[in-house]
């Protein structure tokens, strides 16, 4: 099979390395950590006057048409340059579900907006007890006197101080999965806000007595189009894995090619060199996983979560090898935030855990096989 770019894709490869080389160095990446939400930032306000904002998403609902290939092109770019925006949890997991389940008239008031740079979302679909199951969840929607409301709390919700609102999964009263849009000022919510290891704003939501209007319900059957979205934030998450895998790799040789022991480089070290080896073979196997994911997006709904949940585990393992091979080898400092690789480690460790860890996608994939 070829796998080769097109000149459209590699023009967009090379656009992003550029963008992210100038505008996203260690230094800018804390500025842009420590700065407080304030809307849109710059580099943000770049992302929609390039169309980025636009790529992922299907002509019918305003957007540029891009496939799996090329919102991998995009998360890899991210991940290389360790870019603190919420690409995938304030734009794409959010706006996909919104054109899945949305009606014309939800999809003007919140798609269109998001498309356009004005506003970010969040989407809350984790729980406690859960363990990354999405439909093992207790909040509940009750509808009453013609209006919903909403009981319940949700976990690791990301982006959501800086989200205009938050699409929330609840248990309907008939069993079914409804989503629920939330704006960030309801009444009756209540936040709790943090910051992940690998420095992801999150927080936890909680729902006592939400009132929300009938026009706030997106569906009352949301189970085909979450498993959808998240199989795709998955695909992209493996993507930008490789971003950061290069990135921990190429660091972590410059470093070798750098330090001196007994007089010599320490890329000279054979035992060193396999070391290194190793992390690259682990890099190229988790390309290839991920690429196998990028391209499952529009198969049969088991074959796509047979090949993307395959990936994800594997690449989540391979995601802590070489973040901890890349400390091993810087030695005491790769532990510090003034070594660069560090916060690539966090962020790799982490990646494991976002939409589900190694083991809980083994167990899928070792359910689809029976």
């Known amino acids: 099979m070829d796998f ?14 550029r963008l992210v080389a100038d505008q996203v160095s260690p230094e800018q990446r804390r500025t842009m950590l420590a700065a407080a939400p304030s809307g849109a930032s710059a580099l943000w306000r770049t992302f929609a006057e ?4 636009h790529m992922p998403f299907n002509e019918d609902v305003g957007g540029l048409g891009g496939n799996g290939t090329d919102l991998m092109i995009i998360m890899q770019a991210l991940g290389r340059g360790l ?30 907006p998001l498309l356009e740079g004005e506003h970010q979302l969040a989407l809350a679909w984790q729980e406690s007890g859960a363990r990354y199951d999405a439909f093992a969840i ?42 629920f849009i939330v704006p960030a000022d309801a009444p009756g919510s209540s936040t709790h806000l943090y910051r992940t290891i690998d420095d992801q704003p999150a927080g936890e939501l909680v729902l006592s007595n939400v009132t929300l209007a009938l026009e706030n319900c997106l569906s009352d059957d949301a189970s085909d189009a979450l498993a959808e979205v998240l199989a795709l934030g998955r695909a992209a998450l493996c993507a930008e894995a490789i971003g950061a895998m290069e990135e921990a790799c190429d660091q972590t040789l410059a470093y070798l090619k750098e330090r001196k022991q007994f007089g010599l480089p320490l ?5 060193l060199q396999h070391r290194m080896v190793d992390m ?32 994800k585990a594997y690449c989540g393992e391979s995601a802590r090898f070489i973040a901890e091979q890349a400390i091993q080898l810087h030695g005491g400092m790769g532990m510090t935030e003034e070594c660069y690789v560090a916060h690539y480690a966090k962020h790799l460790v982490m990646f494991d855990h976002y939409l589900g860890d190694s083991d809980y996608h083994l167990e899928t994939v070792s359910e689809l096989l029976k």
């Not at 080769?4 to 390395?17: G, K, N, S, V």
Request: aromatic fraction near 4%; avoid cysteine.
């Open 83 to 112: 870019v603190p925006e919420a690409y995938l949890a304030g734009l794409v997991l959010p706006g996909q579900l919104l054109a899945l389940t949305a009606n014309g008239e939800q999809q003007t008031r919140w798609l269109a």
């Open 138 to 179: 207790v909040t509940q929607a009750t509808q009453r006197n013609g209006q919903w409301q909403l009981n319940g709390r949700k976990d690791v919700v990301l982006n959501l101080e800086a989200a205009a609102a938050t699409l929330v999964t609840a248990r309907l009263d008939n069993g079914k999965l409804g989503l």
């Open 4 to 17: 080769a770019l097109t000149d459209e894709q590699r023009m967009l490869e090379e656009t992003l390395t």
């Open 50 to 53: 390039l169309g980025l904002l």
């Open 267 to 271: 890329a000279t070290f054979q035992a």
């Open 280 to 311: 690259h073979l682990h890099l190229e196997q988790s390309r290839s996983m991920a690429i196998l994911a990028a391209t499952s997006l529009s198969l049969p709904t088991s074959e796509r979560d047979y090949n993307i949940a395959a990936a």
